[in-house]
């Protein structure tokens, strides 16, 4: 069991251009979770996503940010136009259902540098 | 709405002396409750949960955890700290609600660990 991949690790891109990251969960999990950590601060939840369906969004910003999770491959969060404060890194975690007592499994994270 | 206050940003120990990290949460509703570590430039590994079974938990690498719900506390302690404790520790809450289950962060505490 391989846990929560996400790709890539690492991510530099200049103002205006677009991010993608990718996160393909824990076999078997079906409930995926994106949160960002900005420096010096702890994981804020951004959106909650089931196999084709964006549950809940409310941590996402309202523009330029979205977020798929398609029938086949992994989850997918863009940016596009980012902006220096799009700088962060960016987790995602797998669960196998929506009960609170489960803990999330999280991926390593991608860190994205906006230059 | 859940919160989760970790009182202590940096703690700094010596090797071989006890830890404590403290962490107060308010929900309204039973929570699940968990601690976190991350290491510098790493993703976050699960140390223990509390799902409303036994209140003192042990987790890995010798931490464990007491719920009181009189306090609405759950701190995290271990009896001697190693070298390779020195990370960032997170207090999380989770409850599941109508749009499933959100986890909440705590502000995290740096831990230093002196010779």
């Known amino acids: 069991n391989a846990g929560v991949m996400q790709n890539p690790r690492h991510l530099v891109r200049r103002r205006g251009q677009e991010a993608r990251l990718r996160c393909s969960p824990m076999?078997?999990?079906?409930?995926v979770y994106w949160y960002r950590q900005l420096p010096e601060e702890g994981l804020k939840f951004m959106v909650y996503l089931q196999k084709e369906n964006i549950i809940d969004e409310s941590g996402m910003p309202k523009e330029r940010f979205s977020a798929e999770f398609p029938k086949e491959g992994p989850s997918i969060l863009r940016i596009q136009q980012v902006v220096r404060g799009d700088s962060a890194a960016y987790f995602c975690a797998s669960s196998p259902a929506a009960e609170a007592n489960y803990g999330y499994t999280f991926g390593s994270g991608t860190r994205l540098t906006v230059v | 709405a859940q919160s989760v206050t970790q009182l202590d940003s940096h703690v700094s120990v010596s090797e071989g002396t006890p830890v404590l990290l403290r962490c107060n949460y308010s929900s309204s509703y039973s929570p699940s409750l968990f601690w976190y570590v991350q290491h510098p430039n790493k993703g976050l590994q699960l140390l223990l949960k509390y799902t409303s079974a036994a209140t003192l938990v042990k987790g890995i690498n010798g931490f464990e955890a007491e719920f009181k719900k009189s306090e609405t506390s759950f701190h995290l302690t271990k009896p001697s700290a190693h070298m390779s404790d020195a990370a960032e520790y997170f207090c999380v809450v989770s409850v599941l609600g109508a749009a499933g289950n959100k986890l909440t962060f705590g502000g995290g505490t740096r831990v230093l660990v002196k010779p």
């Open positions: 076999k078997g999990h079906s409930h």
